[in-house]
């Protein structure tokens, strides 16, 4: 019995290190692009770290969370057999029918995307300190102090979000196409 235990524990241990590298590394090439728009905005408006940190957040979820809208819907309606048929009258649209449609899912995603923003603050934080932390310690390149930051982050964001917070899952779903 402690034998299996242990064993599933250093599986578990090393599917969780697995997990953390595949979510590290295009998170790593997103912040790549994210630092460089955050300088640009901290230059150029002349904002604090965080102000700046918030915003390109915004700016760099922005279209994530366009993209994972609109997918499913595309992928949906590409994959019906009824697609390219005209509806019946009574089922049609009008134009102000379909400036609404866009209109409130602009505005839906942009809320969404902000929601997302400040809840990924306390992880920017931590993936802040940890990158700081290493800088001091280590002798490191700069983008290895920046991926170690962004594993270790992935890391404790999978372990809040498995173990701690389950429910997480549906919520974010839940926001993402039906909410709000």
Request: hydrophobic share 70%; aromatic share 18%; charged share 10%.
């Given at each position: 019995?402690?034998l299996?235990f242990?064993t599933?524990?250093?599986l578990g241990?090393?599917?969780?290190?697995r997990?953390s590298?595949i979510?590290a590394?295009?998170?790593?090439?997103?912040?790549?692009?994210g630092?460089l728009?955050?300088?640009k905005?901290?230059?150029?408006?002349e904002q604090?770290?965080?102000?700046?940190?918030f915003?390109?957040?915004?700016i760099?979820l922005?279209?994530i969370?366009f993209?994972?809208?609109l997918?499913?819907y595309?992928?949906?309606?590409f994959?019906s057999p009824?697609?390219g048929m005209?509806?019946p009258e009574?089922?049609?649209?009008?134009?102000?029918?379909?400036a609404m449609?866009?209109?409130?899912t602009i505005?839906k995603?942009v809320?969404?995307?902000f929601?997302f923003?400040?809840?990924l603050?306390p992880?920017?934080?931590?993936a802040?300190f940890?990158?700081?932390?290493?800088?001091?310690?280590t002798?490191l390149?700069e983008?290895?102090?920046l991926?170690i930051?962004?594993?270790?982050?992935?890391?404790a964001?999978?372990?809040?979000?498995?173990?701690?917070?389950?429910w997480?899952y549906?919520?974010?779903?839940e926001?993402?196409?039906?909410?709000l």
């Open positions: 019995m402690p299996e242990i599933g524990l250093i241990l090393i599917d969780l290190i997990l590298l979510v590394i295009p998170v790593f090439f997103v912040v790549l692009v630092q728009l955050g300088k905005i901290e230059a150029k408006f604090s770290w965080i102000v700046s940190a915003i390109t957040t915004f760099v922005l279209p969370v993209l994972a809208y997918i499913p595309a992928l949906g309606y994959a009824f697609a005209p509806l009574f089922m049609q649209l009008t134009v102000i029918d379909y449609m866009v209109i409130l505005i995603n809320i969404t995307a929601i923003a400040v809840l603050m992880l920017l934080f931590f802040a940890v990158d700081e932390k290493f800088k001091e310690k002798k390149p983008f290895a102090n991926f930051a962004i594993f270790l982050t992935a890391f964001a999978w372990i809040i979000l498995l173990f701690i917070f389950p997480i549906a919520a974010i779903f926001l993402l196409w039906w909410g």
